[in-house]
């Protein structure tokens, strides 16, 4: 049984920010001409001394922010996934990573799930990107809650952060932004013993609705909703591996180099277990609903409930 | 060797600047590789702002009240060593470290390794929007602070530049001044045969900048112009200094092969004959 959607993680982005704002003077917010859908334009609209719209330019998006940065701002730089880490790719590296500046990257669009506008607007390689930079922390947050607390705690953290939202509503995860949320520390959303399902994005929704399904069907899943790819909760990995059989990875993601490559290194390392992955593979989407496309590219509640059969079989 | 003090006269800084270009040939020596051409042709430019221009603090490099300085073709940070070790930011022996193991001076500027390097460059067009934002964040806390950018002329064919130019002119950064390091010539050749950037007066012009079109080497006219420059236009300023590459080396002048070619010890003894 699908759960109930809430708002799209964008929208949750576009809220907090003007939360942020009040309460830290220092924030400022960038957008390269998308304030309308990474949802920056709230808090431009609240704020307008504070925010910057480049016009259609996205490496100098991401160097005006770090050269904010030098100056004590806490700069917010927004665009589609896409376009920002491909684009901007380059001055993240010298000007955010190598420079260790403080700025904080919220995409929006990450995945297939934005449907319709077809494979130049998605990004399935934003998040293997993000984590190729040293000391960023990279946040896929679930629902509009989490989102919240990624947000939070992206402007309290020192140093380059990489947030990902998403065009699409999310399935509610959350009754209310989860208590104790901490960068890098993995919040468990269903208990279980017989396999765990680590999932962030949008695909915790659906992990859930696999695990309430395979609980029917007498088999226990532990759900664990790892909003943090970089630095990784090693821990609840470690953990997941030697109490259940195996791991299914669930990311929104190209499968090479996101979450499931993250998971993979650890268990490699510390406590060699059977994983599966459910993620796009080797290729990209095409133009549809969002629904159709995660269901086509092996996204949705029945790929994790098969992934976990496979790993009992 | 010239230390940081009062705003030096002309005639100063032409012999601070031709120290400078000694200490450059030395490093590169020292260091067995690097780029001469593109650090001899900004000596002048460089000396006037390390020692007459610009407000900073060689013994509190994060000084609030500093003028902020970048050099976007970072290839080129040897002459800002030099003017720094000069002004006192680190002792002058520090600069033979240049490119070794453990070294704060990076082949390329790095910002987190030395104190005093604003920005991390290397990869050529990136320079102007981080000064764009540095300007920005000045102005938003009322600063008097300006942002100085030396720009190469084969680096103005990086679209980000542009991207950068037009921002800048559109957010109005008066505090925003960019220096043109015009030699005419890139790793390959000359910046006519390589990738035509003319008319360069008219582009920055057509973008909404203010544009100083002077002789580089005339310390007369390098000082004059970015005096100017800290006039409140309402624009970016942007000072096309026309330039030689390898600029008071007469082997190195205008042949591009010093584009990134250290001196090996004859060269390097020529070089301090000449600049003697």
Partial sequence: ?313 | MAQYGPPQTVPQLEKTAKELRRDVIRMLYEAKSGHPGGSLSAADIVAALYFRVMRHDPQNPSWEKRDRFIMSKGHAVPIVYAAMAGTGYFPKEELLTLRKLNSRLQGHPSAKDLPGIEASTGSLGQGLSIGLGMALGLRMDGSDSRVFVILGDGEIEEGQVWEAAMAAAHFKTENLIAILDRNRYQLDGSTDEIMNVCPVVDKWKAFGWRVLDIDGHSMHQVVHALEAAKEQTGRPTVIVAKTTKGKGVSFMENDNEYHGKAPGKDEMERALAELS
């Fill in chain 1, 1 to 313: 049984m699908a759960r109930p959607l809430g708002m799209a993680t964008r929208q949750a982005y576009g809220k907090a920010l003007v939360e942020v704002g009040k309460l830290y003077p220092n924030v400022v917010v960038l957008d390269a001409d998308l304030s309308k859908s990474t949802m920056t334009k709230d808090f431009a609209k609240a704020y307008p001394d504070r925010f910057f719209n480049v016009g259609i330019a996205e490496a100098n998006l991401v160097g005006v922010a770090s050269g904010l940065a030098t100056t004590g701002k806490i700069p917010f730089a927004s665009s589609f996934a896409c376009f920002l880490m491909c684009k901007g790719f380059d001055q993240l590296r010298l000007g955010v990573a190598y420079a260790e500046n403080n700025v904080k990257i919220v995409v929006s669009h990450g995945g297939i799930s934005i449907g319709e506008d077809g494979v130049s607007q998605m990004s399935v390689e934003d998040v293997a990107l993000a984590c190729e930079l040293p000391k960023m922390v990279v946040m896929v947050p679930s629902d509009e809650h989490c989102t919240y607390q990624a947000i939070r705690a992206a402007v309290e953290h020192k140093g380059p952060v990489f947030v990902r939202t998403g065009r699409a509503k999310a399935p509610l995860v959350y009754d209310a932004p989860p208590a104790g949320f901490a960068i890098g520390k993995a919040i468990t959303v269903r208990e279980g013993k017989d396999v765990t399902v680590i999932a962030n994005g949008m695909l915790v929704g659906p992990a859930l609705d696999a695990a309430e399904s395979l609980a029917e069907q007498g088999v226990s899943v532990r759900v664990l909703d790892m909003h943090t790819v970089k630095p990784l909760d090693e821990e609840a990995v470690l953990k997941a591996a030697k109490e259940t059989k195996g791991i299914v990875v669930a990311e929104e993601h190209l499968v090479h180099g996101g979450l499931g490559s993250a998971v993979a290194q650890v268990t490699a390392r510390l406590h060699p277990a059977r994983i599966e992955f459910v993620a796009i593979q080797d290729t990209y989407a095409e133009s549809a609903t969002g629904e159709e496309l995660m269901a086509k590219y092996g996204l949705s509640e029945p790929d994790v409930i098969a992934a976990v059969r496979r790993i009992l079989a």
